[in-house]
Nanobody, 128 residues
Framework: QVQLVESGGGLVQAGGSLRLSCAAS????????MGWFRQAPGKEREFVAV????????????YYADSVKGRFTISRDNAKNTVYLQMNSLKPEDTAVYYC?????????????????WGQGTQVTVSS
């Protein structure tokens, strides 16, 4: 069982930055693919970014939704069992509840159904 707890959300003006954190329990954190999703009111939950261990690269690889590429950066600290989402150049359309998710297999999965564990979410509001 993996428990995920997000933090770092809040209200920011357009063009500003926020860093979200997701603290995970479990001893095999480094082998999990960790994703960030978001859900705006009245919309479906959508993929934002994922980080996973790559056997080919012998290191973490990352993948982003086109809407956040170049503005958001996902990273993790395995010693702290924490994954981060650095969000820069925020736009009003980034307003949503942001969720952290964990997939026990190191795959690149961009659909919510591919993740077994979820956090409770943290609200991000970007004002224009």
């Amino acid at each position: 069982q993996v428990q995920l707890v997000e933090s770092g959300g809040g209200l920011v003006q357009a063009g500003g930055s926020l860093r979200l954190s997701c603290a995970a329990s479990g001893r095999t954190f480094s082998s999990y693919a960790m994703g960030w999703f978001r859900q705006a009111p009245g919309k479906e939950r959508e993929f934002v970014a994922v980080i996973r261990w790559s056997i080919i690269w012998s290191g973490d690889s990352t993948y982003y939704a086109d809407s956040v590429k170049g503005r958001f950066t996902i990273s993790r600290d395995n010693a702290k069992n924490t994954v981060y989402l650095q969000m820069n150049s925020l736009k009003p359309e980034d307003t949503a509840v942001y969720y952290c998710a964990a997939d026990p297999s190191p795959r690149v999965v961009t659909t919510p159904s591919g993740y077994d564990y979820w956090g409770q979410g943290t609200q991000v509001t970007v004002s224009s």
